[in-house]
């Protein structure tokens, strides 16, 4: 077959076709390259924004919710004579939009269950157990598996004379019908010797107990490894220090990621990194201050709520006429 020459139709077609078909690869290769550097570039401005947040405190790295909570709580007015010396206060997992509060020594041995409207609705008996000087409550996990578990901290002394201290602990009531049963004692002493103490925390991770003295000019770190006895004294070992002072309660966040506690001077928040322990979270990790009750205030009680959208404060009457409920929600 001749060669058909180049001016011919047939060749001319052929020509454009091969000039598109090239024009066609081109043109796709340059969609497929703006898609990927355009998904990659959204990719690295979140990455970005995220890394910038966090550094700022806006956000954690370990968690989708905000470090930031509000600065004006929500305030709830409790009746006087009600709960009159509050602390320690947890949010109850067995019974929504409840609260458990305990009072210091002088009071019966017994706990208080508030609506977190600040509204007593009934008061629990702790049988066998006596208020030598109750400084804080924790709750979360014990011995049985599925079962909310309350923790109430013998721990105060003001003298220094304690040779033994004492944490019950039983599972937490379903609703207002039960009672208060099966108390256990978990006694202990430190290893360093007699200590006042007000906050206790527990790791729902490990089911550690922690204990936080209150005096020192640097407040000390005790630790009590799951599982404790109820039946030996056991020893509080000493973890290190906290450059705070005057701490009179603590809350470990449900999940055990956050931790805070409060003073007489302010209270502090804290995030925990996969695999810290306590003791280390507290000790590395930067705190950031949150809003509490107002310096003169005896600002006693602190907890995360239920779901940790925010967290309550109760302090002691004092010489107030009435005490509040205080929320401050998550922002």
């Not at 968690?63 to 949010?91: H, N, Y």
């Not at 004294?233 to 809350?251: F, R």
């Amino acid at each position: 077959m001749p060669a058909l020459p180049d001016s011919s139709p047939v060749v001319r077609l052929l020509k454009i076709l091969t000039v598109l078909h090239l024009y066609a690869a081109d043109f796709t290769l340059f969609v497929a390259y703006n898609l990927v550097t355009k998904r990659m570039y959204h990719r690295f401005l979140a990455a970005g924004l995220l890394l910038t947040l966090s550094s700022c405190g806006i956000i954690s790295p370990n968690s989708s919710s905000s470090d930031r909570f509000s600065t004006s709580p929500e305030k709830f007015p409790i009746q006087a004579g009600q709960v009159d010396e509050a602390s320690g206060m947890v949010a109850s997992r067995t019974m929504d939009g409840r609260l458990w509060v305990q009072e210091d020594s002088g009071n019966p041995a017994e706990i208080n269950l508030l609506t977190t409207n600040g509204k007593l609705e009934k008061r629990f008996p702790v049988p066998g157990a006596s208020n030598r000087d109750w400084e804080d409550l924790a709750i979360g996990p014990g011995p049985q598996d599925g079962v909310s578990y309350l923790y109430l901290a013998d721990i105060g002394d003001n003298l220094k004379q304690n040779d033994v201290n004492y944490i019950y602990r039983f599972a937490e009531p379903k609703n207002t019908n039960e009672s208060v049963g099966g108390v256990e004692r978990i006694s202990f002493r430190y290893s360093d010797g007699a200590r006042d103490a007000e906050a206790i925390l527990l790791d729902p991770q490990t089911r550690d107990l922690w204990i936080v003295s209150k005096a020192e000019e640097k407040v000390h770190l005790y630790r009590l490894p799951y599982p404790q006895s109820t039946s030996d004294v056991i020893k509080a070992d000493y973890y290190g220090e906290i450059p705070l002072s005057l701490i009179t309660g603590g809350s470990v966040s449900s999940d055990g990621n956050e931790i805070v506690l409060i003073s007489y001077l302010g209270a502090y928040h804290w995030r925990r990194k996969s695999g810290q322990s306590v003791a280390d979270a507290l000790q590395k990790n930067t705190y950031k201050s949150l809003a509490t009750d107002p310096l003169g205030i005896q600002s006693e009680a602190i907890c995360f709520d239920k779901n940790s959208n925010g967290y309550y404060t109760l302090p002691e009457k004092g010489n107030q006429a009435s005490v509040t409920l205080n929320y401050y929600k998550r922002l």
